[in-house]
């Protein structure tokens, strides 16, 4: 069975819970007083799919402003990003769309990207509804799920989906198919996209 190494970085806000999914998805556990991320943390677990094992590279980044300009470092040559934010902050989706336009400036054109709208345990205090988000992923092609590290609902899930993107290998070893392409788009639509 063929073993392939799929970094995937996680980018998002400070709080979002980038570093809580990453736990559940590689060690399934909680914990509730985790401490913010300082610059990165690196994590990997290796999941069979279909013919192929998928040795996921998780680079967990830093939400806070002091270390984005770190972002591109992690980015850079990953299969796929996943963009998380937090149901019940609305500025924390606002920034995700941020993070979309830089992926498709400087991040690498094929790159699967994810949106997760962590958080989904607290629907009560929901800021941005599920609708709105997902039509905002399907605008850009962008796997979308809503997630709750607490209560690991949907943590697996847009992991498999990564690997459903991700093109199959052929028997020369090269990609085979159409893999998703996130697509640099014409300066004139950049503008208006987001």
């Known amino acids: 069975m063929a073993l392939r190494e799929l970094k995937v970085c996680l980018l998002g806000d400070t709080g979002v819970g980038k570093s809580s999914i990453v736990w559940r ?13 300082i610059g990165a943390s690196f994590m990997t677990k290796t999941v069979q799919y279909q013919n192929e094992l998928h040795k996921f590279l998780i680079w967990d980044t830093a939400g806070q ?50 949106i997760a709208g962590n958080k989904c345990d607290l629907s009560d205090a929901r800021e941005v509804s599920e609708k709105d988000a997902k039509d905002y992923a ?19 899930e847009v992991f498999i989906e990564i690997s459903q993107r991700i093109p199959v290998l ?11 392409k996130l697509g640099r788009q014409p300066s004139e639509s950049r503008r208006t996209c987001c």
């Not at 998805?25 to 985790?34: A, G, K, L, T, Y």
């Not at 399907?138 to 697996?156: G, P, R, W």
């Not at 052929?170 to 998703?180: I, L, Q, R, T």
């Open 25 to 37: 998805f590689v060690e399934d556990s909680f914990d509730p007083n985790i401490n913010p991320t």
């Open 138 to 156: 399907d605008s850009i092609h962008a796997i979308f799920v809503e997630t709750s590290a607490k209560n690991a609902i949907n943590i697996n």
């Open 65 to 114: 402003e002091r270390f984005r300009a770190l972002a591109p470092m992690y980015y850079r040559g990953s299969a796929a990003a996943i963009i998380v934010y937090d149901i019940t902050k609305e500025e924390s989706f606002q920034t995700l769309k941020n993070w979309v336009k830089e992926l498709r400036q400087h991040g690498p054109p094929n790159i699967v990207v994810a």
């Open 170 to 180: 052929d028997a020369a070893g090269g990609a085979a198919g159409k893999g998703f």
